[in-house]
């Protein structure tokens, strides 16, 4: 399992680093051993980075806005989410599927 993710039982968690004002949204794959890059569009200003990367990944994970928690990381790059029964896994987040990270 990478150091990026966790699963909860339907719950997948992730550590993210951010890059705001990007010319795109996407999500780049593994940065470092410990976080998953997002690149995304928004300026990191009155909290429109956090709106726009839950509405990415909830977008990016086929969930509603509503099952992506901020879990930490309010004001910085680096920052935890919570997502509720993720429906498809991007191919970039190099993410195991929840029955083959079971032992």
């Not at 593994?30 to 890059?37: F, I, V």
């Not at 909290?47 to 990367?53: D, R, S, T, V």
């Not at 910085?76 to 079971?102: F, H, T, Y």
Request: glycine share 8%; with cysteine.
């Amino acid at each position: 399992m990478a150091g990026w993710y966790q699963w909860q039982g339907e719950q997948l968690l992730l550590s993210v680093r951010v890059q705001p004002r990007s010319s795109k949204d996407e999500i780049v794959g593994p940065h470092g051993t410990e976080s998953l890059k997002v690149r995304i569009t928004a300026p990191p200003v009155d909290g429109k980075a956090n709106a726009h990367l839950i509405k990415f990944l909830a977008k990016s994970f086929g969930v509603a806005k509503s099952q992506v928690e901020l879990v930490s990381g309010t004001t910085g790059r680096d920052k935890r989410l919570a997502i509720n029964g993720p429906k498809c896994l991007p191919e970039a987040a190099q993410i195991a599927p929840v029955a083959a990270s079971k032992s």
